[in-house]
T-cell receptor, first 114, second 113 residues
Framework: DTAVSQTPKYLVTQMGNDKSIKCEQN?????MYWYKQDSKKFLKIMFSYNNKELIINETVPNRFSPKSPDKAHLNLHINSLELGDSAVYFCASSPHRAGPRGYTFGSGTRLTVV | DQQVKQNSPSLSVQEGRISILNCDYTNSMFDYFLWYKKYPAEGPTFLISISSIKDKNEDGRFTVFLNKSAKHLSLHIVPSQPGDSAVYFCAASISQAGTALIFGKGTTLSVSS
């Protein structure tokens, strides 16, 4: 059973489209995250939800909107996709305070905007 | 402003030798430091961590050393194996709500047989 699963794994879409990436965790964790790994390989935090409540919202364009229907799911919707949105997006989860074991990551969604 | 820095993008080591991966940080508020390993097309997986109150933590072939005065940590892998070839990310955290792990840029380790 996959602990943190993301769908789709690959997403190729045209500029201007709207797309969603879904994430689910079966670890019983309270907190979920979206990270972006850009072409420079940095893993940067975008959003974090704790029990469906937004607790971290980094400087991300308004075109990105996270949605957490329950604490096991955190989806990412992106409007009006731009070339610069091309990246690998990772979902992760953790207990409320991550502590020594940090986060459990999904396998990533590679988004390519053409 | 990079709070966690991995200044070596790559490292090549022969099988059986020691691999040393380095990481520097700037924020003295960090109280946990973690190493993650990442294979292509997979997500990062937790490898080992260390609390800021310790200076060494060991788990099998992996040892992490923390030098708080220098704001520096290192991961030692002994002996290195070809299966260790991956990207290694250093990460740091502040144990309070509303903060997230901050990652370095990663170091690609290649272990040749």
């Amino acid at each position: 059973d996959t602990a943190v699963s993301q769908t789709p794994k690959y997403l190729v879409t045209q500029m201007g489209n709207d797309k969603s990436i879904k994430c689910e965790q079966n670890l019983g964790h309270d907190t979920m995250y979206w990270y972006k790994q850009d072409s420079k390989k940095f893993l940067k935090i975008m959003f974090s939800y704790n029990n469906k409540e937004l607790i971290i919202n980094e400087t991300v364009p308004n075109r990105f909107s996270p949605k957490s229907p329950d604490k096991a799911h955190l989806n990412l919707h992106i409007n009006s996709l731009e070339l610069g949105d091309s990246a690998v997006y990772f979902c992760a989860s953790s207990p409320h305070r991550a502590g020594p074991r940090g986060y459990t990551f999904g396998s990533g969604t590679r988004l390519t905007v053409v | 402003d990079q709070q966690v820095k991995q200044n070596s993008p790559s490292l090549s080591v022969q099988e059986g030798r020691i691999s040393i991966l380095n990481c520097d940080y700037t924020n003295s508020m960090f109280d946990y430091f973690l190493w993650y390993k990442k294979y292509p097309a997979e997500g990062p997986t937790f490898l080992i961590s260390i609390s800021s109150i310790k200076d060494k933590n060991e788990d099998g072939r992996f040892t992490v050393f923390l030098n708080k005065s220098a704001k520096h940590l290192s991961l030692h892998i002994v002996p290195s194996q070809p299966g260790d070839s991956a990207v290694y990310f250093c990460a740091a955290s502040i144990s309070q709500a509303g903060t997230a792990l901050i990652f370095g840029k990663g170091t690609t380790l290649s272990v040749s047989s």
